[in-house]
């Protein structure tokens, strides 16, 4: 039962508006049920009661007549501001309570790291009087100790004191034991106060966004009753002058009146006269129609009980199934146990399936139930069906003559020309028996399937139709006459059996095994076009499946983004007043922006927008503004911008003015992108948005430290401003630039006052008085200021990981022993690839990079990630969502969901950047696509800034100085791929070239050559996919069963060893030179099954691929030919895939890359 009153806000309880729709109110339900059930919350005393009032509030809001009634008492009531004061005094008290045990925390975190190093220590400490010990037990316990002991009489001093040694030795053990024990359970504690921190600080975070939308709801309450109450005020003025207007008028009503009364008595007489007549007649008359009414009513019941009764045995007689085939049917019924045929009709050549006859409906309306396409199929059915008899009996009897003519063809040439055409009749008439039974079947299963789906029938093409037995493709005469001929002369068993073999049509191979679906569905980026000119038509397609959904109209997009300039609202509003001053303004309100130039040229467009930005600086900053950012307006459409692969050009733009407007500005100089169209229909996903996306793309390649991109597009008049992040790219409500001046005016002052942070640079990196930069870490409770040398790698793309990394050494160390500093945006839900390694280095891995220090990045104390940072909690529920069609991505693997090609989709490892560099000759580094079907909560996606450093550093394997440093440097990170194999039970997931790392700098503490990169790691024991939305890996290195679908094995990652030394050979004239090869750089945007096939004809044939080592491989890496021939036999043996895994292709493997070394034609320079 509704409420009497309203004591509480449900919507605020929900955290939903007043309009939210009922999946919102259910999602929101569930969402905030399952984090605040008591059972979560036992130590806090309120938790039932705030559990039942959000369960009374999801029971109000969920039932449409409860709802509407308390929408009207919530629409008039005035609530208390205490009720809003109150909920939120209780979020700051939990704000306060988790600060609290946030510091407290910490500080045990701080004291618990402290006591791990004093453990430590001490293990140390205790291993080393152990080690001691057992030193001075293998000097003095030796048979001449004991045979001296003996000779001076002196055993019993020699055994005590062997005694008093193995208790101290054993002693030592439990020592060291213990410490290893205490060790591990510190190490578990801070584990469990890490994960505590991070929960706190995400609880805080949504306390936080919780009492900013309280605030936000009671606004909009306060400014609903405010409407109302004017609505009111303004109803009862225009009621009272109504009824004042018709007091004044009432003596002109009442005269008229008057005269009127007389005229009506008169007429009055007349009408009662003529009624009493009517009503006698249409007793009558009504008498009449009731009983003829109620004949046809019983008539009509006697008729529709009699079609029920014929409807019920009709549907008593049909069958669970038919299956109809060429020359009848059979009908059978479904059990517990499957399906049973129990009735087949007796052949017939005029067989044709009538449906009213099977169902029991001919000679009878019912059959006039079927529509006309029905009967217009049935018919054509029923023609058809003589046809196809006519096909196979003339197949049959030219099959027949084939066999008796092919007799005569051993004495007789006409024989042989007769047996040819006799073949071409029956393959003819076999293909078109053939086609007209799928295609008869096909129609039938269309129509059955729109006309009896309401009723719950489905029909469908099976696998049991009736086809042709004899293929004329299949059956070749010509191969069995040497059998028949050898079988005449009775030859010998050898003889006969030799050509049965002969005779043998090659058999189909056994179905592949379905795809391994329990793994990470691979998802698309354009940072996998890193082998390419990046033409537009290359680009484009992938760009668009990258995106993914694009959500617009996002309620509240400025204040998110512009919020924090300060006195922006004011300067905007005073640069307004500027423009409607005078007797002849710039800006009328009934006609807009008077020199707005009307055929909204590009050209004039863009200069009428750097006039008008540079003035409206000028006069806020005259005003309001004090000028902190010297920025101008860049408009520059048809001059490429320097820094991309390809020539790309910036219609508008923002940057330093400290920049020149020349042909030497760089992508890395632009601070905001925008996009100018004349047509205002042209503010689409087809046209200014990807074009925006493309721009988007080019300054996160171009700038290392971007968080995310600011832009706006302008079409026609009609303006929309845009982010783009790591997880897609979210838009405002479009405006028209005439009709509101004062949005528009500080949409532009917002660019130009920004500060780095709000245009969305990382503000962890940091940048000294002396020019170089850096960034501070906590490591083993001590800080740490990390400088950077050099930008190592960087991923081009705008969704994805966006990996970046930098050359790095700590600040005070006299060494400068390099370090590793590698930024990625990472999903929630994955396993850390810090903590990975830092479980590898403990675990003695070799040839792996070793850890030294991860962590989430930190901005503003909380977690830098896209929802609650970048987006600052921006609601996507209330936004319009587009998704680009995957129809427009032509080229992309497995992108299907139907169930064709979706078969194929799910497999393999997973999809990741692969090489460090974005060079020409490099392979795409991202594997093709997502394989699942797109997820309708993509809103809730979610990536997070991680960084993780390592204390190994190097180039990748193809810039090495030698071949014999490639081969050596492939052989030591296979020995590093089976060490993390077998020690850690881990896949590497991503063998590249830019994964293989080689150490080529004197007095570098590194391994010599190493694997870098657990992004994609993947438990060999792994049952679950880790829950990530998607990830992506190395199409060019990929083994052809992953791209097939397989499940993961250490096979397919040693088989993209072979790949990378084939692409180097392949790609680089020279060690530091590289090419791009047509024939491979199609390898980027073929889908996954064909890419497999081409693969497989690369490696299938011995002489093919020598001719193909002969013709692509560079000169400088010709003499590896012999040598990459002999992996591809180890790795594909018989020219074919694996069968079965064996641990013993890493020692082949190993062995012929150290033979190769060897070789004198390999060490020739």
């Not at 303004?234 to 003596?251: A, D, M």
């Not at 991860?854 to 977690?863: I, L, R, W």
């Not at 998704?883 to 169930?899: E, H, K, L, Q």
């Not at 945007?1085 to 011995?1102: C, F, I, N, Q, R």
Request: aromatic content about 10%.
């Amino acid at each position: 039962m509704s409420p009497t009153s309203v004591g509480h806000d449900y919507y605020e309880i929900l955290g939903i508006s007043h309009d939210a729709q009922p999946a919102t109110v259910k999602l929101a339900y569930k969402r905030l049920a399952l984090a605040r059930h008591p059972d979560r919350r036992k130590n806090e005393p309120n938790a039932t009661a705030d559990f039942q009032l959000l369960s009374e509030a999801y029971g109000e809001l969920s039932d449409i007549h409860k709802r509407q009634e308390y929408d009207k008492l919530y629409r008039s009531a005035i609530l208390p501001g205490k009720i809003k004061s109150q909920k939120i005094a209780e979020l700051e008290e939990r704000l306060r309570q988790f600060a609290l045990k946030r510091e407290g925390s910490k500080t045990l975190l701080y004291n618990t790291k402290k006591d791990l190093i004093r453990l430590r220590a001490e293990k140390d400490s205790v291993k080393g009087e152990k080690e001691r010990l057992l030193k001075e037990r293998a000097t003095e316990e030796t048979w001449w100790s004991y045979i001296s002991s003996l000779m001076i009489g002196n055993t019993v001093e020699f055994n005590q004191r062997r005694q008093r040694r193995e208790r101290e030795i054993t002693d030592s053990i439990g020592k060291q034991r213990t410490k290893e024990w205490n060790i591990d359970l510190k190490l578990a504690e801070v584990q469990y106060l890490e994960r505590m921190l991070d929960s706190i600080s995400s609880a805080e975070i949504e306390i936080k966004v919780e009492i900013t939308k309280i605030e936000e709801r009671w606004r909009e309450r306060l400014s609903l009753q405010e409407m109302e109450r004017a609505n009111l005020t303004g109803f009862g003025s225009t009621l009272e002058k109504k009824l004042t207007g018709l007091i004044s008028q009432r003596s002109v009503f009442d005269d008229s009146l008057a005269a009127v009364a007389g005229t009506t008595s008169d007429v009055s007489s007349t009408l009662q006269d003529t009624s009493n007549t009517a009503q006698n007649e249409g007793n009558d008359a009504i008498d009449g129609v009731m009983e003829a009414v109620g004949n046809a009513v019983d008539e009509a019941k006697n008729q529709a009980q009699d079609v029920s009764d014929k409807l019920a045995k009709i549907e008593s007689n049909i069958e669970g199934f038919y299956i109809i085939g060429l020359w009848g049917y059979c009908q059978g019924s479904f059990n517990e146990t499957g399906s049973t045929a129990r009735k087949c009709t007796p052949p017939s050549s005029s067989f044709w399936f009538n449906f009213t006859e099977v169902l029991g409906l001919e000679s009878s309306w019912a059959e006039k139930i079927f529509p006309s396409e029905v009967e217009k199929v049935v018919g054509v059915y029923k023609v058809a069906s003589k046809g196809i008899s006519a096909t196979y009996i003339t197949a049959l009897t030219t099959t027949v003559l084939t066999l008796i003519t092919g007799l005569t063809a051993m004495v007789s040439g006409w024989g042989s020309c007769l047996i040819s055409i006799c073949a071409m009749i029956s393959m003819v008439s076999n293909i078109a028996g053939s086609a007209t039974v799928t295609g008869v079947y096909v129609s039938l299963v269309g129509v059955l399937e729109s006309v009896f789906y309401s009723a719950g029938i489905n029909a469908s093409l099976g696998q049991k139709m009736l086809s042709s037995s004899v293929n004329s493709d299949e059956f070749n005469l010509e191969r069995l006459l040497p059998l028949l001929i050898a079988a005449f002369k009775r030859e010998s068993d050898e003889v006969i059996w030799d050509n049965i073999y002969a005779a043998a049509a090659e058999t189909t191979p056994p179905p592949r095994p379905p795809p391994y679906v329990e793994q990470t569905p691979y998802s698309c980026s354009t940072s996998m076009i890193s082998n390419s000119h990046e033409r537009r038509d290359d680009i484009d397609p992938v760009l668009k499946e990258e995106l993914g959904s694009i959500y617009t109209d996002v309620p509240g997009f400025e204040e998110a983004f512009f919020g924090g300039v300060e006195d922006l609202e004011k300067a905007g509003t005073a640069v307004f007043h500027r423009f409607i001053e005078g007797d002849d303004p710039l800006y009328r309100e009934t006609a807009g922006w008077r020199d707005w130039p009307q055929s909204a040229e590009e050209r004039q467009v863009l200069d009428w927008l750097v006039t008008k930005v540079e003035r409206f600086y000028e006069i806020a900053t005259e005003n309001v503004f004090v000028p902190k950012n010297h920025r101008k307006v860049l408009g520059w459409p048809h001059q490429p911008l320097q820094g991309s692969t390809a020539a790309r050009k910036l219609d508008i733009g923002f940057i330093p003015s400290l920049e020149s407007a020349d042909k030497s500005t760089l992508w890395s100089h632009i601070l905001v992108i925008g996009e100018l169209k004349r047509n205002p229909k042209m503010d689409t996903a087809s046209s200014a948005w990807r074009d925006l996306g493309r721009y988007a793309r080019e300054v996160f390649a171009a700038q290392d430290t971007r968080r995310y991109v600011l832009g706006f597009t302008l079409c026609g008049p009609i303006l929309r401003l845009w982010e783009f992040d790591r997880i897609g790219a979210i838009a405002s409500t479009p405006f028209d630039v005439n009709k509101d001046p004062v949005r528009f005016i500080i949409s532009m002052l917002g660019f130009l006052q920004m500060d780095s942070d709000q245009l969305g640079y990382d503000p962890t990196i940091l940048t000294s008085s002396e020019g170089y930069r850096y960034v501070q870490i906590v490591r083993d409770g001590q800080p740490e200021r990390l400088i950077l040398e050099e930008r190592m790698r960087r991923a081009s793309c705008v969704v994805g990981r966006a990996t970046i990394c930098w050359k790095a050494y700590r600040e005070g160390d006299k060494s400068k022993t390099p370090l590793v500093i590698k930024d990625s945006w990472q999903y929630p839900e994955r396993e850390e690839e810090g903590a990975l390694l830092r479980d590898v280095t403990q675990k003695g891995v070799v040839n792996v990079a070793r850890y030294y220090y991860h962590g989430t990045v930190q901005v503003d104390g909380k977690n830098d990630d896209i929802q609650a940072a970048v987006r600052r909690g921006l609601d996507m529920a209330r936004a319009k969502k587009y998704r680009f069609p995957r129809s427009d991505v032509s080229y992309i693997g497995f992108a299907s969901t139907d169930g064709s090609k979706a078969s194929h989709s799910a497999g393999g490892a997973g999809h990741k950047r692969s090489s460090s560099h974005l060079e020409a000759t490099l392979p795409s580094t991202k594997r093709s696509c997502s394989s699942s079907p797109i997820r309708d909560n993509h809103s809730q996606e979610n990536r997070v800034h991680r960084r993780v450093i390592v204390r190994d550093y190097g180039v990748p394997i193809y810039k090495a100085e030698s071949r014999v440093v490639i081969l050596s440097a492939l052989e030591r990170c296979i020995e590093g791929y089976e060490s993390l194999h077998l020690h850690a039970g881990l896949f590497q997931g991503d063998i590249s070239t830019g994964n293989l790392i080689i150490n080529n700098e004197e007095g570098n503490p590194s391994w010599p050559a190493f694997l870098i990169d657990l992004d994609l790691a993947i438990w060999e024991r792994r049952e679950q996919p880790s829950g990530a939305r998607g990830k992506t890996g190395t199409r060019a290195f990929m083994a052809i069963g992953l791209l097939l679908g397989e499940k993961h094995s250490f096979m397919h990652d040693l088989e993209s060893f072979f790949w990378v030394i084939f692409w180097i050979c392949i790609h680089y004239p020279a060690f530091t030179k590289k090419k791009v090869v047509r024939r491979f750089e199609k390898w980027n945007y073929v889908d996954m099954e064909e890419l497999a096939e081409l693969k497989k004809g690369t490696v299938a044939h011995e002489g093919d691929f020598l001719h193909m080592v002969e013709d692509l491989f560079t000169d400088l890496y010709k003499p590896l030919g012999p040598w990459v021939n002999r992996l591809r036999k180890v790795v594909f043996p018989n020219g074919g895939r694996w069968e079965k895994e064996t641990k013993d292709l890493y020692v082949q493997m190993r062995e012929v890359l150290k033979d190769a070394c060897k070789d004198p034609k390999v060490l020739a320079e």
